[in-house]
């Protein structure tokens, strides 16, 4: 069963960092384009990050270019987010998606595997 579990969220102070992390069972991640998305209460849920299965190619939205940055370790089959500077804006729940191969796409309905989500709290 291919399951994807995203860890590390939790509450910071604005301008603080975390590290969001999106692990793989049942499948390499090395095959698959992954992104993050996030939905904030009443949103619809917006692409954040993504990065192609080579990880040779990494695509971020405008309110995020320069804070976060996503990136592959393969020898633990995991894709990490590290934000930093982070914004109360930035609250929401996050969640990790994979596709199979090639580019990735901040388009959530080109995804076919998600996480259940980890949630983000910005606020002083």
């Known amino acids: 069963q291919l399951q994807l579990v995203e860890s590390g969220g939790g509450l910071v102070q604005p301008g603080g960092s975390l590290r969001l992390s999106c692990t793989a069972s049942?499948?390499?991640?090395?095959?698959?384009?992954i992104a993050w998305f996030r939905q904030a209460p009443g949103k619809e849920r917006e692409g954040v990050s993504c990065i192609s299965s080579s990880g040779g190619t990494t695509a971020y939205r405008n309110s995020v270019k320069g804070r976060f940055t996503i990136a592959r370790d393969s020898a633990k089959n995991t894709v990490l987010l590290q934000m930093n500077s982070l914004k109360p804006e930035d609250t929401a729940v996050y969640y990790c998606?994979?596709?199979?191969?090639?580019?990735?796409?901040?388009?959530?309905?080109?995804?076919?595997?998600w996480g259940q989500g980890t949630q983000i709290t910005v606020s002083s």
């Open positions: 049942g499948f390499t991640l090395d095959y698959y384009a």
């Open positions: 998606a994979a596709r199979r191969g090639g580019l990735g796409s901040l388009f959530r309905d080109e995804y076919d595997y």
